[in-house]
């Protein structure tokens, strides 16, 4: 009597990995379902998904960027007044991200405070309370950019509008930038799908495209477009490096990428270009 063959093994549980036309969908639904409050459905948390969602973290910058730049274009027209304009920008992108970028921003703030050890730091960057150095670090970032805002307003809707959107642009190229080299620093959450997920070639090229983009909308922009397209391509460049500095402390203090040090970098770079958009501009 022929012995019964064995049964085969059972696929593993969950859905299979995503390949062929389905796969871009599915990383601009990672990069748009975690950077933003679209409701675009869950995403799925495969690495090969995430490694195209961070590539892809600029275009939710432009979407981002173009919604607040496009209120600002209109609340100035409208003549709300530059304050106002400034406060309900800067609202609005809070509101778009459900906040996700200054939460982090707050967390690795109190991580970075005081001498603590690495696993006590992790564990407060991965926290929901703001501690000490937490309040003044929002309140710098979100007062720097309300008060950009309202000093860009001064130069024209057109080009406040335009330092809005490339502001925004360059903080989600800096996600990507994040992505680049530096390890997770644990074994879960958004930061260990995502670490080392961009190559450095990729990486590059979209800072190099985000260089190009912004130098082209403050010639399109600006008085002069010369030196419109010098300092929009130099706050690309300067956000991007606050960027890097915000990385360079988090490989000290945290031992690597978390998902509250992208929201880190995102808010940096955001306040950096516009600051400089701002010094431009005079």
Known sequence: MN??????????PGPPPTTGMAAPREGLRFAFGTMTALPVGAPRRERAVAALGMRVAPLVGLALGAAAGGL???????????LLTGV???????????????EGLSGVADAFAGDRPVD?????????GVGRLGVPALLFAVLTQVAAVHELAGEGKDYAAAAVL??????????AWACRELPPAGSTGLGALVARSVS?????????????????????????????AVVGASAVV???????????????????????????VSETATAVVLVTLVVGAT
Do not use: D, N
């Not at 600002?72 to 530059?82: K, R």
């Not at 006590?120 to 929901?128: D, Q």
């Not at 490339?166 to 996600?175: C, Y």
């Open 238 to 264: 300067l956000g991007l490096t606050a960027a890097e500095l915000v990385l360079w402390q988090a490989r000290g203090r945290l031992g690597g990428l978390t998902g509250g040090v992208l929201g880190a």
């Open 72 to 82: 600002c274009w209109v609340l100035l027209t409208i003549e709300v007044g530059w």
């Open 166 to 175: 490339v502001a925004v642009l360059t903080s989600r190229t800096g996600v």
């Open 200 to 228: 450095t070639g990729a990486a590059v090229v979209l800072a190099a495209l985000t260089v190009a983009a912004a130098g082209a909308v403050g010639a399109l922009t600006a008085g002069e477009p010369g030196a419109g």
């Open 88 to 102: 309900l920008t800067v609202a609005s992108l809070a509101l778009l991200t459900r906040g996700s970028a200054l």
């Open 3 to 12: 012995a019964t063959p064995p049964i085969p093994p059972l696929p593993p």
């Open 120 to 128: 006590e730091a992790r564990r407060i960057a991965r926290g929901h």
